[in-house]
């Protein structure tokens, strides 16, 4: 069976893109890196896709008079490459209605928050400030609005009181690296599909874990 082409999007270090690479050199995963785009010519993350080899390409979006100029010739470069999935990973654009259609469920992105608290920027600190107990990550297909979309695969951290934003960061950081990998590998085994507002699981047992912060004596 033909492994599913995949195009990651970047435009800084790309360590979600590294993580995603990384699952993807394994024989049996069933998707591949086809494609690695950035708006930002100097974007640390392409220098690792490069010694990967894999093609890299970067359209930078101010040369484009508007957004959606600019993901037109996103979309020529993905559709010329084959490409089937689409993962954004640290790409700081927000992408036009006319390409969340054109790419309708076939784009994903991930973000340091359970979905849907805690859209946008700034998450760590706002968590914080909050006074949550649980943060963690979701992986989500993409809709025009900023952090929407039908919810793939979440993972949840626990916040210590001595957390400061950086150090939540990387834990949860930890878990984007696991999560991200395994949504692409549940959309490429036909297992997660996106149906009105929700993704439908084929094969999903619940976890037997419950997680409480701070936990029961």
């Known amino acids: 069976m033909a492994r599913l082409k995949v195009a990651i999007l970047i435009s800084g270090r790309g360590?979600?893109?590294a993580a995603l690479i990384e699952a993807m050199q394994e024989p049996d995963f069933p998707a591949e890196v086809a494609l690695v785009i950035s708006n930002?010519?100097?974007?640390?993350g392409l220098e690792f896709a490069r010694a990967a080899n894999i093609p890299t390409q970067v359209l930078q979006h101010r040369d484009y008079d508007s957004r959606e100029a600019f993901d037109a010739a996103m979309t020529e470069v993905l559709a010329a490459a084959?490409?089937?999935l689409i993962c954004?990973?640290?790409f700081m654009r927000l992408l036009s209605a006319e390409f969340c259609q054109r790419w309708h469920d076939r784009v994903i992105n991930i973000h340091p928050?359970?979905?849907p608290a805690f859209k946008g920027l700034h998450v760590h600190e706002r968590m914080l400030e909050a006074g949550v107990r649980i943060a963690g990550c979701t992986v989500h297909f993409v809709r025009p609005a900023m952090d929407?979309?039908?919810?793939?695969v979440q993972a949840a951290v626990p916040i210590a009181a001595a957390d400061t934003a950086d150090s939540l960061s990387a834990r949860i950081l930890e878990q984007e690296h696991r999560i991200y990998p395994l949504a692409v590998r549940l959309i490429?085994?036909?297992r997660a599909r996106a149906a009105g507002g929700a993704v439908t699981l084929e094969n999903f047992e619940l976890p037997e874990q419950r997680l409480i912060n701070p936990p029961p004596r």
């Open 188 to 190: 490429a085994e036909g």
């Open 15 to 17: 360590s979600n893109m």
């Open 113 to 115: 928050s359970l979905l």
């Open 88 to 90: 954004l990973a640290g």
């Open 40 to 44: 930002r010519p100097k974007a640390a």
């Open 82 to 84: 084959g490409v089937r």
């Open 148 to 152: 929407e979309g039908p919810i793939l």
